[in-house]
């Protein structure tokens, strides 16, 4: 058991650049999910697949962001022309099925915006 | 809609002292309930859940937390604080009968171990 790995650990980007994160869960795991945090603030859900589905998504996340699980394994969250208020921590976790299961996180991708 | 409050943005503890950091909650049914910490640049861990049974569920590092549903919280616990245990605190919830998979994280207390 590897844990969750996210890359990069820190992006820095231009404003109304696009931009590409990568998460590889436990590989055990089936459920992975991406949540985004702001300073002072826990965890905001995002989106969350159960193998390659994509079975929701927050009303938080806008067109310009999209998430891809293509063989349920790892997965890529992309934001399209970033905008300032895109700065935030993105973190990853992945779970076993089941209400029950905890979530383990990655340790994160900061993502500034200039 | 399930809601987490963690009303002390900040608590500080004497280094040997016991700790306490408040969570409560609100859903519609029954809850499982989690507490997660935060390192500086890291990702959160797991320190326990409460699912069902016993009110009083043992963790990671000496942590502990007491279900009470009657007062809806889940108060974090440890006998005697370290240094070490400085960081950032979470609670979450997940709420089961609205077969919701989301968890939901409160605000997050951040706890100071004064040596």
């Known amino acids: 058991d590897t844990g969750v790995s996210q890359n990069p650990r820190h992006k820095i980007t231009k404003r109304g650049q696009n931009v590409t994160f990568r998460c590889d869960p436990i590989s055990e795991h089936n459920r992975l999910y991406w949540y985004r945090q702001t300073l002072g603030q826990g965890p905001e859900f995002l989106t969350y697949f159960q193998n390659e589905a994509q079975l929701e998504k927050s009303r938080l996340l806008s067109d310009r962001f999209s998430a891809e699980r293509p063989k349920g394994s790892f997965s890529t969250l992309e934001i399209q022309r970033t905008e300032q208020g895109d700065s935030a921590m993105y973190l990853c976790?992945?779970?076993?099925?089941?209400?029950?299961?905890?979530?383990?996180f990655g340790d994160g991708t900061r993502l500034s915006i200039l | 809609a399930q809601s987490v409050a963690q009303p002390e943005d900040q608590v500080n503890v004497a280094e040997g002292n016991p700790l306490t950091v408040k969570c409560t909650y609100s859903v519609s049914g029954n809850p499982y309930l989690f507490w997660y910490v935060q390192y500086p640049n890291r990702g959160l861990q797991f320190l326990l859940k409460y699912i069902t049974g016993d009110n009083l569920v043992k963790g990671s590092y000496g942590f502990e937390a007491e279900f009470n549903k009657s007062q809806t919280s889940f108060h974090l616990k440890k006998p005697s604080a370290l240094v070490s245990d400085s960081a950032l605190y979470f609670c979450?919830?997940?709420?089961?009968?609205?077969?919701?998979?989301?968890?939901?994280f409160g605000k997050g207390t951040r706890l100071h171990i004064l040596p």
């Open positions: 979450a919830v997940r709420d089961i009968p609205n077969r919701d998979d989301k968890i939901i």
């Open positions: 976790a992945s779970s076993d099925q089941g209400a029950r299961q905890p979530q383990h």
